[in-house]
C-alpha cells in the first residue's frame, strides 16, 4: 500500500469519524427542500440524512422533515431548529407539525397534537414570544415541568411568552363555578387558555360565577375532579368582576373571545394572549394577558 492510498483510507476515516460526532447519534429522518439548506454549518441541496442532534437551517426554500417515526415538520424559509428522535427545538423562524407522537420545543414550552390529522404551527416572534396556531385540529401547550399551559381551539393562535419563576407557584385567572359531579368541589375556568382547573381552599364559595384571580401550589399528585387538568390549593383569591362569566361549567371548551374582548388569562409558566382569525395563516389582536407563574 503506498503512501497516496494510506492517506486516502486516513482522510475517509477522519471524515466519518467527523460526520457521525457532528450528527451525535444515529440517522433520524430525511430532510427534503427545494433548493439549499444547511446541516450544521454545511451546505446541502435538495435532501440530506437528518441525524439525532443535527441542526438544519433553512435559507431561501422550507424544508420538509420526514422522520423516521412517521412525523412531519415543515420548516419554513429562515427558520433553525436542532432535531431529534422524538422532537424538534424551534430555535428561530415556523414549523409546523403533522403528528400525535412527536412534539416541538419552543422556548421552554412543549407543543403537541393528540390527533394525527392535527397541524400545529409554531413561530418564534421574539426572544420572549412564541405563537402558537392550532391550523387542524386542537393543539396542546405544556411547560418545561410538563403542566398543561393551553389548550389551542382549531383555527386560532395563543401567544405565550414564558416566565422565569419558582416552580411551586401557580396563577391563573378565569370563572369560578361547582363541580358538576360534586357540587362541595370548584372549578375555575381559563376561558383565554381553554383550561380547567380544581381549586382547593377557604373563599371559594363566595366568588361562584365571579371571575376572579387565585394564586396557590399546584399539586401534580392530586388527582382533579373530572375534567379537569390539574389540582390547585390556594393561597390567595382576588375577584376581578361579578359578571361576564354565565354559566361557568368543568370541561366546557368555551367559545374563541371575539376580537378586542377584553378577557386575559393566566397560565401555568406563561403569559398568554390571544390572536384571532388564524385562517390561512394570518393573526391579528394579540391582547396583552396578566403574568403567569409555573406550577409544580
Keep these: 500500500m503506498n503512501h497516496w492510498t494510506r492517506t486516502s483510507i486516513l482522510a475517509i476515516i477522519l471524515s466519518s469519524s467527523i460526520s457521525m460526532s457532528q450528527a451525535g447519534g444515529p440517522a433520524v429522518g430525511v430532510a427534503i427542500a427545494s433548493g439549499?439548506?444547511?446541516?450544521?454549518?454545511?451546505?446541502?441541496?435538495?435532501?440530506?440524512?437528518?441525524?439525532g442532534g443535527a441542526t438544519i437551517e433553512t435559507d431561501r426554500a422550507s424544508s420538509r422533515l420526514q422522520l423516521s417515526?412517521?412525523?412531519?415538520?415543515e420548516l419554513s424559509p429562515g427558520s433553525r431548529a436542532k432535531v431529534y428522535d422524538d422532537h424538534l427545538t424551534l430555535e428561530s423562524g415556523v414549523g409546523e407539525l403533522a403528528s400525535k407522537n412527536y412534539h416541538i420545543e419552543a422556548k421552554s414550552l412543549?407543543?403537541?397534537?393528540d390527533e394525527a390529522?392535527?397541524?400545529?404551527?409554531?413561530?418564534?416572534?421574539?426572544?420572549?414570544s412564541v405563537l402558537v396556531t392550532a391550523v387542524d385540529g386542537p393543539v396542546h401547550v405544556y411547560n418545561e415541568i410538563g403542566l398543561l399551559?393551553?389548550?389551542?381551539?382549531?383555527?386560532?393562535?395563543?401567544?405565550f411568552e414564558p416566565q422565569a419563576a419558582a416552580a411551586a407557584s401557580s396563577e391563573r385567572t378565569g370563572c369560578l363555578a361547582r363541580s358538576r359531579d360534586d357540587a362541595a368541589k370548584f372549578v375555575l375556568s381559563d376561558q383565554v387558555a381553554?383550561?380547567?382547573?380544581?381549586?382547593?381552599?377557604?373563599?371559594?364559595?363566595?366568588?361562584v360565577g365571579h371571575q376572579v384571580k387565585i394564586t396557590g401550589t399546584a399539586f401534580r399528585s392530586a388527582v382533579p375532579v373530572a375534567g379537569a387538568s390539574q389540582v390547585i390549593q390556594i393561597t390567595s383569591i382576588v375577584l376581578i368582576s361579578e359578571s361576564g362569566c354565565g354559566t361557568a361549567v368543568v370541561g366546557g371548551?368555551?367559545?374563541?373571545?371575539?376580537?378586542?374582548a377584553q378577557k386575559t388569562g393566566i397560565s401555568n409558566g406563561a403569559k398568554i394572549g390571544i390572536a384571532v382569525a388564524v385562517a390561512g395563516g394570518g393573526a391579528a389582536g394579540i391582547i396583552a394577558a396578566t403574568s403567569g407563574s409555573k406550577s409544580r
Excluded: C, H, W, Y
Excluded at 439549499?36 to 441525524?51: E, H, Q
Excluded at 417515526?69 to 415538520?73: F, I
Excluded at 399551559?149 to 401567544?159: D, F, H, K, R, S
Excluded at 371548551?253 to 378586542?260: E, L, R, V
Design 110 to 113: 412543549r407543543i403537541e397534537t
Design 117 to 128: 390529522k392535527s397541524l400545529a404551527r409554531v413561530k418564534i416572534e421574539s426572544a420572549k
Design 194 to 207: 381553554n383550561v380547567t382547573v380544581e381549586v382547593r381552599g377557604v373563599g371559594l364559595a363566595e366568588q
Design 69 to 73: 417515526s412517521g412525523a412531519r415538520v
Design 149 to 159: 399551559v393551553a389548550n389551542v381551539i382549531p383555527g386560532m393562535a395563543l401567544a
Design 36 to 51: 439549499a439548506f444547511r446541516i450544521d454549518g454545511s451546505p446541502v441541496s435538495n435532501n440530506a440524512t437528518l441525524f
Design 253 to 260: 371548551a368555551g367559545k374563541p373571545p371575539s376580537p378586542g
